[in-house]
């Protein structure tokens, strides 16, 4: 069955679209990454998803509930780590967990244990007793997941988990949202840390300017930006760029004193260099062929917005 389904979400603001006819099924189990540059259409997508916008056009089911015809039942179903993480300013570590434990519903008991579980687990179990307003951003962040995980929900949704945080606080958080998922919560994320979503997520959707572009795991999105190879040149002479329009080469891109060649077949594209450097008494320099990062090929897919 899928957890969570949205069938052609759409929003505007005034006259600006900022999603576009957005469909999305993830089934139960799954760690799903929702990725995309800044003001892709991200959190507003996130929003619409766990009832906080309604859609201009589009529903959305949690656990096969409609979001929108029944709000309560639905939200009881998802823990929600929004953008910028709420917390209780006012309250220490600990009572940010008792106080959610309770409106939860969990006996005392069960609530302190839950308290000094999740505290030991995200790095928190030293400040428990201070007032979390005097805590930095990695801290809050770490409160505000704290608070989300507290009744262990279905199905968690987390905007950008890990912006901002240091290795260490990121390290806690990743571990967290996989412990969570072991113990059967499926995770909706937002990220435009295209490394963190191969290292996390079972399956991936990317957007870009309101529109999703892509869709499927890791690997096989991996394997379509893998196509993208460059090779890449130096040459002792200047050459001019109309020399490098065949030997499979589909773009060629100046990067410092080197000729960066985009090409599918980079065997292709070395052999006519190294023609083209004999027939024009050209020497070599370096040659180097690459495969683009995963960030490059993230770039290449949303045209560098
Ligand atoms: N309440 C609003 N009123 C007007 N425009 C909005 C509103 N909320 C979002 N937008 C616009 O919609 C677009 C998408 O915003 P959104 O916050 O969903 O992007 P995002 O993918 O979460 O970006 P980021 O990575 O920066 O968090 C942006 O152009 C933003 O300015
Ligand atoms: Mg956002």
New binding site residues.
């Given amino acids: 069955m899928e957890i969570i389904e949205a069938d052609h979400l759409s929003k505007s603001?005034?006259s600006?679209k900022?999603?576009d006819d957005v469909s999305i099924a993830i089934k139960e189990g799954e760690i799903f990454g929702f990725l995309?540059?800044?003001?892709?259409?991200?959190?507003?997508?996130?929003?619409m998803l766990t009832g906080v916008l309604t859609p201009d056009t589009g529903s959305s089911r949690i656990c096969g509930i409609d979001i929108h015809k029944n709000p309560l039942e639905a939200k009881m179903k998802m823990g929600i780590i929004p953008?910028n993480g709420t917390v209780y300013s006012d309250l220490t570590a600990e009572q940010n967990i008792l106080w959610t434990a309770k409106f939860y519903g969990m006996d005392s008991v069960s609530r302190k244990k839950r308290a000094d579980e999740i505290l030991s687990d995200l790095g928190l179990s030293e400040r428990r007793d201070d007032i979390v307003r005097n805590f930095s951003k990695g801290m809050r962040q770490r409160i505000s997941i704290a608070c989300a995980i507290v009744p262990s929900p279905p199905v968690l949704f987390l905007?950008?988990p890990t912006g901002g945080l240091d290795v260490y606080s990121r390290r806690l958080v990743i571990d967290t949202i996989r412990r969570m998922n072991d113990e059967g919560s499926t995770v909706f994320l937002?990220t435009?840390n295209i490394e963190e979503a191969n290292e996390l997520c079972t399956g991936i959707s990317v957007?870009n300017k309101?529109v999703i572009i892509a869709t499927g795991s890791p690997e096989k999105l991996k394997k379509s930006f893998d196509r993208a190879n460059y090779v890449e040149i130096a040459f002792e002479q200047p050459v001019s760029r109309e020399l490098f329009t065949q030997g499979g080469i589909s773009r060629a891109e100046p990067h410092g004193d080197k000729w960066r060649l985009y090409t599918d077949d980079p065997d292709k594209t070395v052999k006519y260099c190294a023609a083209l450097a004999e027939r024009e008494h050209l020497r070599i320099l370096a040659v180097a062929t690459s495969t683009p990062t995963l960030e490059e090929a993230f770039v290449q897919l949303t045209g560098g917005a």
């Fill in positions: 603001f005034g600006f900022a999603v995309g540059p800044n003001g892709a259409g991200k959190t507003t997508t996130i929003r953008e905007d950008e937002t435009h957007i309101g």
